[in-house]
């Protein structure tokens, strides 16, 4: 018996058979040839579909793309669990024997080595003493409802992080109901959840530092009703959203967010630099994060140039020095070429480049001119007039010196400590991570580092001590 009556249209559901298979109820009804009752579900991921909504010349709804769309029988979708249970399903349920059996790693020469867990069962145990979880994640779970709400809070009462990437999380008050329930809850990740337009009904989030809200279609505009509600927001990650304009409700800057130290618009569709500057009067703002968007230039704003910015009735004091305390900005991917939108940024007050960053950053600089224009030199002296300075400044000799250096050596002699710094959202927070590597290190184990991967570590000047941010997703 088909269950068609229990989806509506902009329900949100995942396939029955592959939980990484989200979408949208976008049709339920007849399909013109063939029998029963079909849900056309337009899915998230491009490509997870056969068409666009219509079939033998029949359109029933219109997907996002030619290829997101598929007519699916009501039995082979599902329509998501409880948050409870699905914490359940997570750190309550027991491995089988399949389960033991699909452990495995692959040998050198791809063969399965199947390997076992030690002191499994003793972490198993732990975690599912739910009394004492403090950070949990049951990302990917089909989670649709908050479920009955004194449950949440008399099962997990002292759960402090909570990641729900990739659920089936729509509407807002779900939201503020889980985190009412949650007393505790500082960071909540709701990455991949299509959240729905209207934020209405959402209560005062007084406890959320850390939100993370990558792909989940939201705007601007939507931030700006959310500040009411997070009165202590630390960290706000807005990866992947879409955004090409900051609209401020009621002044021509971004007001509010007083505690507000760190902004994430990675991977958006930002183009001007004017909209950045409406995020210059936030007070708290140490890091902005602005990589993998359409920025061709930047600048710092002089009194002129805000004022400018203002509107007529909003006056530039003293005290609204832009970006007062921002010290990371990450401009990386975008489209910026032009000398003096790199020297504006000695403009941003606390904006400074240390003694080590500036001297890795001028090794790399050496070396990367080095590989490419080695022989041509009258074309390095017309385009790169600082290299033989800084060469003679390092010691940088033209010839590299041989790998195999002749004599004895110590392995350790040819080492670099190199800092892998994490600079994804705080949930389940990544400790800074040092290696110790040969300094001819290529790209295959640093694929995140290297985007030649033949390049060296020295090739590219990372010294000993160096520091290099990491995303999460790399």
């Known amino acids: 018996m088909e269950q068609s009556s229990s989806f509506a249209l902009g329900q949100r559901v995942h396939s029955s058979a592959e939980p990484r298979r989200v979408g949208t109820v976008k049709y339920v009804g007849d399909v013109e040839g063939y029998s029963g009752t079909w849900v056309g579900v337009d899915w998230d991921n491009e490509g997870d579909g056969k068409h666009d909504g219509s079939i033998n010349g029949v359109r029933c709804f219109q997907a996002r793309s030619q290829k997101s769309a598929s007519f699916v029988r009501a039995r082979n979708l599902s329509p998501g669990i409880p948050l409870l249970q699905a914490l359940k399903l997570r750190y309550q349920s027991h491995s089988n024997e399949a389960d033991e059996d699909e452990m495995y790693v692959l040998s050198a020469s791809n063969k399965r080595v199947s390997v076992q867990l030690l002191g499994k069962d003793k972490i198993q145990d732990k975690l599912s003493r739910f009394e004492e979880l403090k950070s949990a994640s049951v990302s990917y779970l089909g989670v649709s409802s908050p479920g009955e709400p004194a449950e949440i809070r008399a099962a997990v009462p002292n759960l402090k992080e909570l990641d729900l990437t990739g659920n089936l999380i729509s509407d807002w008050k779900d939201v503020g109901t889980i985190c009412e329930q949650l007393p505790h809850l500082v960071a909540l990740n709701l990455s991949n959840n299509l959240m729905i337009q209207n934020i209405t009904g959402l209560p005062l989030l007084k406890c959320i530092r850390v939100l993370v809200l990558n792909s989940t279609g939201i705007n601007w505009s939507q931030v700006e009703i959310l ?22 409700i009621s002044s021509s800057t971004v ?53 400018e910015l203002l509107s007529s009735h909003e006056s530039c004091e003293e005290s609204d020095l832009p970006f007062q305390n921002l010290r990371c900005l990450l401009l990386g991917s975008n489209k910026i070429s032009d000398l003096a939108s790199i020297d504006s940024l000695n403009s941003f007050p606390k ?70 710094k994490c600079v994804g959202p705080s949930i389940g927070e990544k400790l800074p991570l040092t290696k110790k590597l ?16 033949m390049a060296s570590l020295m090739d590219i000047g990372i010294g000993t001590e160096s520091t290099i941010l990491v995303d999460e997703e790399s």
């Open 227 to 248: 500040e009411h509600s997070l009165p202590v927001i630390e960290e706000l990650h807005l990866m992947g959203n879409n955004i090409s304009t900051i609209k401020p």
């Open 255 to 307: 007001q509010g967010f007083d505690s507000l130290r760190l902004l994430n618009l990675e991977d958006n569709c930002l183009d001007e630099w004017n909209e950045i500057l409406k995020l210059s009067q936030l007070k708290s703002l140490e890091q902005l994060y602005l990589s993998k968007n359409k920025l061709t230039c930047i600048s710092y704003p002089d009194k002129n140039k805000m004022q």
């Open 438 to 453: 040969p300094a001819t290190t290529t790209g295959s184990p640093l694929p995140m580092l290297l985007d030649d991967e």
């Open 351 to 420: 904006l400074i480049i240390g003694a080590r960053e500036r001297k890795e950053s001028e090794i790399r600089y050496v070396r990367l001119i080095m590989s490419k224009l080695l022989d041509n030199p009258e074309e390095i002296k017309q385009l790169h007039p600082r290299l033989v300075e800084l060469k003679n400044f390092y010691g940088i000799e033209d010839e590299m010196p041989s790998v195999r250096a002749t004599g004895p050596q110590k392995m350790a002699s040819g080492l670099v400590s190199i800092t892998l």
